[in-house]
């Protein structure tokens, strides 16, 4: 996402210098490559980030924020929780420079072409501030409360699409006899009230992996969505609530990473649970 979000703003013309704890994810893009986070930080009027996880988040800021980098606009984008986003805000605005969180619902695709949905959480200033870059960034973005809010909304967003594929999976299995053909069988879902968006974008690499053939590149692994699921539930129970299908689903994820899908698209997981059902 980091990657196809610098293609995205260096192709509009905006001068970019790139970081990654890889750093030959870094040097793949083409662009400008600093050698220290705290470099990047001092060099650039705006710092965007968005990583794997909240631990991630503290170990880069850390770094991030060992300078001076007083005056400066720090835009967040990772999907953590809130009390991952106020903490941060805190050490940001102490250094004297501005946070904005913006977390986006989207993939590589969307991020590719400026259509993520961005969920800001921020001060007022600092929102309008960061939103000439989050508009070319996203279709829509909506300032959803302070800091901490567009966390909150990000994990709620994602998650009736986890549960779906799960869900959807377990209905593929129900229709699987029929020997419907796969590419026919997503354009029926799709068609129907409970067939989301998600189908119109990513039914035709699942039709694909239904078919014996590969999804194409991986824009959103299992993994990922294993991390984000973790992340709700832990959320939940700090709002003394319950994610029981949540939880359910998560455990057939689970499931799936050990069986070595984990660094997979998940669109092969409705093809997996459908061969596992048959199996049985």
């Not at 968005?50 to 880069?60: E, F, K, Q």
């Not at 020997?179 to 990513?202: C, E, H, Q, V, Y």
Request: aromatic share 4%.
């Amino acid at each position: 996402m980091g990657a196809a979000i610098a293609q995205r703003l260096s192709g509009l013309g905006h001068e970019l210098t790139v970081w990654n704890r890889t750093p030959d994810k870094a040097r793949a893009l083409g662009l400008g490559v600093s050698a220290h986070p705290g470099e990047l930080a001092q060099r650039s009027e705006t710092v965007i980030s968005i990583l794997t996880d909240a631990a991630a988040v503290d170990a880069v800021y850390e770094k991030l924020l060992s300078g001076d980098v007083k005056g400066k606009l720090f835009i967040e984008m990772s999907t953590v929780r809130p009390d991952t986003q106020k903490k941060l805000a805190q050490k940001v605005r102490q250094k004297g420079a501005a946070f904005v969180e913006c977390p986006v619902g989207g993939t590589v695709g969307p991020a590719k072409e400026g259509k993520l949905f961005g969920f800001a959480g921020g001060e007022a200033a600092d929102v309008a501030r960061a939103k000439p870059l989050l508009d070319q960034m996203c279709r829509r973005v909506e300032h959803v409360g302070p800091v901490g809010a567009g966390a909150a909304m990000k994990l709620a967003i994602n998650l009736p699409l986890m549960v779906f594929w799960q869900a959807f999976s377990e209905a593929l299995s129900l229709c699987q006899p029929l020997g419907i053909d796969a590419t026919r069988l997503m354009d029926i879902f799709a068609d129907t009230s409970g067939g989301p968006n998600m189908l119109k974008t990513r039914g035709k690499a699942i039709a694909s992996v239904l078919s014996g053939n590969d999804p194409g590149p991986v824009t959103f692994n299992v993994d990922s969505m294993r991390k984000d699921m973790r992340t709700m539930i832990e959320e939940a129970r700090a709002l003394g609530r319950e994610l029981p299908v949540v939880e359910r689903a998560l455990e057939c994820f689970d499931s799936a990473a050990r069986a070595g899908l984990g660094e997979a698209d998940c669109a092969m997981l409705p093809a997996t649970w459908v061969k596992r059902s048959k199996a049985k």
